[in-house]
Every structure is written in structure tokens, then in C-alpha cells.
């Protein structure tokens, strides 16, 4: 059985019509620029010299690059911190803002706004709140008679823009969660307190495993936006020469291709970071089967 509007007659020269300019920016946007990824890597190109052929040499390259494996593990870490905090903070905020209180609109809203606000202008912001001399986290520090601490410099960099990368991603969290949590029939709820189930009993019988596929769908959304972190960490982290308090891969991507003109280098990095996205999303796939739960 077929369900469904189908196109007939004129109505299919006008669907594809209509579907050109999306299939054009697909084909050219991103497989084409995967293509052309792909095949600078093989390539050793400095953009102002023709490309030369380089095989699989800037793939081994990586190997033998003290600073890609210190950016690799940088990334793993960063990721390990905010993943779990995202998805952590994002479903407790969540559950706070599905309780039926005065003004939770606007609470809403507040906890949204830096998910559509500038990372530049954000990035700035927190630069003055991190600050060493007048930062005001140093200066709270002060008043309680404590020293000032370098929050951007190498030992508490990673800490810090994990902190301000989770707080500008829980505003989407929680409209992932808010969506999931809103599809959960009433009904559960009324049936465990008629039983005499609390608040807790609740929520780890009822709620959590129900919110499962929003948790799942979190944690790739989230998987994905850590190894593609740069834009705070780029920001509040530079150094002299280009260099970085916290490099991470897609710094390193960065850095390799306008700093050293390195595309073909750069490039590989990038197909690296791409399969292990991949293996990772396989990863999470292969984990859903055994423990999302959909009603």
C-alpha cells in the first residue's frame, strides 16, 4: 500500500524544477567539497604553487606530528567534558522548564538566548568575565581574599571554554528535551502517583527512559558540535603566532591551512576528523539498538 501525494503530469516537471537549485547546492556544496578535501589531501599545495602529487604522505605525516596528536587528544578531552555536561544540564533544565510555573516563558527564553546569539560577541564577554587583572571572577576571588587565577592560560584553558561551550549549547539542549518530555502522556505520571511513586521514582521510571531517543539524538548533536569546536576556543584561547592555549583538531585544520599553507596536510587532518566522526555516529548507532527506548 502507498501512502502519500505523488506528483503527476505537469506537477513532476515542476517538482524537479523546483528541486534543482537544492540538488545543485548538495552536489557542488558538500559533495563537491568533500571530493576536492579528499583529493587535496593526496596533493602538496601551498596555494600559490600548482598542487604536486603526495600519495598517502600527509595521512602518515600525522603519525609522526607531535602537535596533531596534542590537538587529537585535546579534542577527546574537550569532548569527554562537554558531551555528558551538555546533555547532563540541558535535560535538568528541561525538567525544570516543563513544570507548569509562572513566568516560564521567559525562563525559557533566557536559557535559549546564547544558542542564537554571536560566539564572537559571547567569546568577548566571557574574555572580560575570565580576564586575569580585571576579570570578574578574579576580582570575586579577590574579595573572598583568594589569589587571581589565569583561567585562559595552559592549565585551566581546557576547563574554561568546556565551561562556556556547554553554556552557550543548553538553550538547544533543552528544546530537544522540551520536545521529548512534552510527548510523554500525562497519564504515566497520574497512574505512578495514584501508586505512590515520588518525584524520583518518577522521573528514573517514567521520564528518563521514555526521553531516551531525545537523549540519543543529544548526544550525536553534541558528539559532532565537540569535534568541530573552534569558534570560542579561537577566540578566548590565541597566542602569539597563531598558536593556541587549547589546539584542537579543527584548530590545527585552521592553523596548518592559512598559517603554514599547508592545504594538503590540512585536508588530510580534516578526513581524519571526518571517519572518526563516523566510527563515533557507528558507535552511538550500534549502542541505540540496546538501550533507546520508543514507545
Known amino acids: 500500500m ?19 537549485p537544492t540538488l545543485i547546492g548538495l552536489t557542488f556544496g558538500a559533495l563537491g567539497s568533500i571530493l576536492a578535501t579528499l583529493g587535496l589531501s593526496l596533493t602538496n599545495w601551498d596555494l600559490l604553487r600548482p598542487p604536486t602529487w603526495a600519495g598517502i604522505s600527509n595521512y602518515l605525516a600525522l603519525f609522526n606530528n607531535p602537535a596533531y596528536f596534542k590537538a587529537l587528544t585535546n579534542t577527546f578531552k574537550f569532548s569527554a567534558m562537554y558531551v555528558p555536561g551538555v546533555v547532563i544540564i540541558s535535560l535538568f533544565v528541561a525538567v525544570l522548564m516543563n513544570r507548569k510555573i509562572h513566568g516560564v516563558s521567559i525562563f525559557r527564553t533566557i536559557y535559549f538566548l546564547p544558542a542564537v546569539t554571536s560566539a564572537v ?22 574579595l573572598l581574599g ?24 543548553i538553550g538547544e539542549g533543552m528544546i530537544i528535551f522540551l520536545a521529548g518530555l512534552t510527548a510523554i502522556p500525562r497519564e504515566y505520571y497520574e497512574a505512578a502517583t495514584i501508586d505512590g511513586a515520588g518525584t524520583f521514582d518518577q522521573f528514573f521510571s517514567i521520564t528518563l527512559p521514555l526521553v531516551t531517543p531525545s537523549i540519543f539524538f543529544q548526544t550525536l548533536i553534541s558528539t559532532i558540535n565537540a569535534f568541530q569546536a573552534y569558534d570560542y ?3 578566548m ?10 589546539p584542537v583538531v579543527v584548530f590545527s585544520i585552521y592553523r596548518n591551512a592559512w598559517n603554514f599553507f599547508k592545504y594538503g596536510g590540512a585536508s588530510a587532518q580534516a578526513i581524519e576528523l571526518a571517519v572518526l566522526v ?14 533507546v527506548v520508543y514507545e
Not at 568577548?124 to 578574579?138: A, E
Request: charged content about 15%.
Open 121 to 142: 560577541a559571547t567569546a568577548l564577554v566571557w574574555n572580560m568575565i575570565y580576564g586575569r587583572d580585571t576579570g570578574i571572577l578574579n576580582y570575586l576571588l579577590n
Open 278 to 291: 563516523i566510527l563515533l555516529m557507528g558507535f552511538y548507532f550500534w549502542l541505540e539498538r540496546r538501550y
Open 2 to 20: 502507498e501512502y502519500g501525494l505523488r506528483p503527476l503530469g505537469r506537477e513532476k516537471f515542476w517538482f524537479w524544477v523546483m528541486l534543482i
Open 233 to 235: 576556543i579561537y577566540m
Open 146 to 169: 583568594q589569589p587571581s587565577i589565569c583561567w585562559l592560560c595552559t592549565k585551566n584553558a581546557l576547563m574554561s571554554v568546556v565551561v562556556v561551550n556547554i553554556w552557550g549549547a
Open 237 to 246: 584561547t590565541r597566542q602569539g603566532q597563531g598558536d593556541s592555549s587549547v
